[in-house]
Each structure stands twice: as C-alpha cells, then as structure tokens.
C-alpha cells in the first residue's frame, strides 16, 4: 500500500495523485491540515520537514519531484531512452521555476500588495507570463506534440498540465483564467492530455470543483 500525503488542495501533489491513478497501485490520498502536518514535521517523520510526501513499501519518500520519478518509473509514462529521460528532467525543473516565482507573494500579508505582486508577474512582460510563453513554445516546436518531445506522454506532461492549469484556477488572488489568453498552444495541451482515460475519469464531473475544474475536459474554450 502507498499513502500520499499532502493538503487538500492540488498544489505541489495534483501530479503525484495523477501518476498514481495511472500506475494502478494501491493508494491512499491522505489529507492532513496545518496542525496534522506540524505534528508529522515535529515528529521527524518527514524527511526534510515538507509535504507532500509519499509512504512506500521501502520508507518514507519526499520532494515532489523525486516522488514523481519514482512513480512515473513503474507506469507507461516512464522514458527508456536517457538523452529523452534527461530532457523530461529538465522540464520537470523548469516547471518548477515557473511555480516558485509565486513564492515570495505567499509572504505578502497585506491582500491588496498581494494582489499587486502578482499582477506585475502576469502582465506581458512579467516572469510569469514569460514562462508561460516559452512553454507555449516548446509545445509548439514539439513534434509530438509532448513539452520534452517525447513518443508518448511523460511525468513533464503531468507536472505542466497540473501547475500551469492549477494556476489559474481562481485560488491564487491576482491571477486567472485571463494567463491563458492567446495561448492556445497550452489550450490544445490541454485537450489532449485531458483526454487520457485515468485522468478523463479522475476529472469528469468536477467542473464545480472550486480547485479542480481546470482538470475536466473541455474546461476551456480557444472562442
């Protein structure tokens, strides 16, 4: 048995339940609050002190990331070759840069300088935008249509699907759905990935979910 454990929102996660969905392992989703993941950090439990972390078999794993791997490597999203598994590495670090810039905004107290922060990011010129541009790019210049090129889809392609469509999802004050404008090469990312059949099921039926409707099919639009 495996146990994910995080928070109840997608964050860091939404990937990880993703690839175990598609694995067919047998998997718990454990949801913890602040005060569940303050006891597990002071009881050394974690092993860097940080969600989301998943119970194996072996111990205890961490690192987002790392957890991804290790999943991703007993599914068919696994890449044999290794210049094509190195380039899915580097998309899952450049995916990760995309999602860190928001952090220093998470220490914004004031709502408003919050908001402020984060508008400057998603304005044509802003660090995020930027990223979403270039990933629109790689996309685009893919001839898989995969963000590293690969035959089939990969972890990246998890990982990408969750954090840029996560986003946008309403629940970051100061960005929305408006990041997504002009950039209908994420919009047929979108469709196609969504359509997989364990995220299909995973996502059908949600799109009141105030956190995941960005997953459901057809939950945008190119009109």
């Not at 961490?62 to 696994?78: C, Q, V």
């Not at 950039?183 to 995973?202: Q, T």
């Not at 105030?210 to 009109?223: G, L, M, N, T």
Request: glycine share 6%.
């Amino acid at each position: 048995m495996y146990r994910l454990i995080y928070f109840s929102s997608a964050g860091r996660a939404e990937a990880i339940r993703i690839v175990l969905d598609i694995s067919e392992l047998s998997w718990e989703n454990l949801i913890v609050d602040f005060s569940g993941y303050s006891e597990m950090r002071n009881s050394k439990k974690l092993p860097w002190g940080l969600l989301p972390a998943l119970e194996t078999p072996s111990g205890i794993l961490s690192e987002s990331n790392a957890i991804l791997r290790y999943i991703g490597n007993m599914t068919y999203l696994k890449t044999e070759d290794e210049w094509k598994s190195a380039k899915v590495d580097e998309c899952l670090d450049a995916i990760s840069d995309m999602s860190n810039i928001l952090t220093e905004t998470f220490r914004i107290n004031d709502i408003d300088e919050k908001i402020a922060a984060r508008k400057i990011l998603v304005e044509p010129d802003g660090k995020l935008s930027k990223c979403y541009d270039l990933f629109c790019k790689k996309l685009e210049s893919s001839k898989t249509g995969w963000i590293a090129e690969t035959e089939k889809p990969s972890i990246a392609d998890i990982k990408l699907f969750s954090d840029s469509f996560g986003l946008v999802s309403g629940n970051y004050d100061g960005i929305d759905i408006s990041l997504l404008e002009g950039r209908d090469a994420l919009l047929d990312f979108h469709s196609r990935i969504s359509a997989i059949p364990e995220i299909f099921s995973r996502y059908e039926g949600m799109q009141d979910d105030p956190i995941r409707w960005v997953y459901c099919p057809d939950a945008f639009s190119k009109d």
